[in-house]
């Protein structure tokens, strides 16, 4: 009997020992599979960038809320712009105001075929009236050229230059993107000016606006303030239905420009406002 009890006294003390004097060993939980997921690296989230998929949505959605319809835009050209305008975006063209002044010279010149769109703020900030080339056409645009003394209008993708002050007043320098249609509209002193023959008064006169050389005139009482607004590299883009720079122009290749957001998206909200003063 004695053995038995002095083997159960031993034990007893053994583990009031271990308890008083060995450490403890810490168990580390297993972490649960919700925490991991949470500690995953996030995707980037393409929310407000402008992606191949969204595209399309995009541009409608700016269309409709700009109500380009009511002042006689249709979405076929304002697409067309938009196609250039973040194609010149992806080249480092732009400044950030994100404006886009489209000339649409498949209306007549009675008609107010000038738009200054602000894509911030999503409004139009000058409608109004503007000539082209007096050998373009007389009320209607029909032909246009890249030569000098041509006297004509040309087509496709400008950026805004800079000022300055010259034989037609306070005026616009314009810089022509594309080769073979407007790369020499700077050589050539096609600039932004105003002119008294671009206003409403000569159309009750003579039926139509008169003609420039191949620049853009715009009515005197708005061209210093439309000037102001868009220069220093912001989009132009001068439209007329031409198979040839339609089918041709680069910055009308849309394959291309989905191809670069692809790569890299375009953030639709990372812009300052514009500055209409």
């Known amino acids: 009997m004695r053995k038995p009890l002095l083997l159960t006294l031993f034990a007893i003390a053994f583990y009031c020992f271990s308890q008083k004097y ?86 007549p010149s009675t008609e107010k075929r000038f738009y200054t769109i602000d894509l911030i703020n999503e409004k139009v900030i000058y409608h109004t009236y503007v000539a082209h080339g007096r050998n373009t056409g007389e009320n209607m645009a029909k032909r246009f050229s890249n030569l000098p003394h041509s006297n004509q209008s040309s087509l496709g993708f400008y950026v805004t230059g800079e000022t300055y002050i010259g034989s037609k007043g306070y005026s616009l320098r314009l810089d022509g993107k594309e080769k073979s249609f407007n790369d020499k509209i700077r050589s050539r002193a096609v600039v932004m000016h105003a002119a008294g023959y671009a206003t409403e008064a000569w159309i009750k006169r003579y039926g139509r606006l008169g003609r420039s050389q191949g620049c853009p005139a715009l009515p005197p009482h ?9 220069k220093g590299q912001t989009a132009i883009f001068t439209y007329y239905p031409n198979e040839e720079y339609l089918n041709t122009s680069r910055y009308l ?11 890299d998206p375009i953030g639709l909200k990372e812009s300052s406002a514009v500055s209409q003063s």
């Open 22 to 107: 060995l450490p403890t060993v810490e168990r580390t939980p297993v972490a649960s599979a919700s925490i991991l997921l949470v500690n995953e690296p996030a995707r980037e989230s393409t929310a407000h960038k402008l992606t191949r998929i969204n595209f399309e949505d995009v541009l409608q959605s700016l269309y409709n809320n700009i109500e380009l319809t009511s002042y006689g835009l249709s979405y076929e050209v304002f697409r067309l712009g938009m196609i250039g305008f973040y194609s010149l975006e992806k080249e480092g063209a732009l400044n950030n105001k994100r404006l886009i002044t489209i000339i649409d010279f498949a209306q």
């Open 253 to 263: 290749d849309v394959e291309d420009l989905f191809e670069q957001l692809d790569k």
């Open 222 to 230: 708005l061209s210093k303030k439309v000037i102001d607004t868009i």
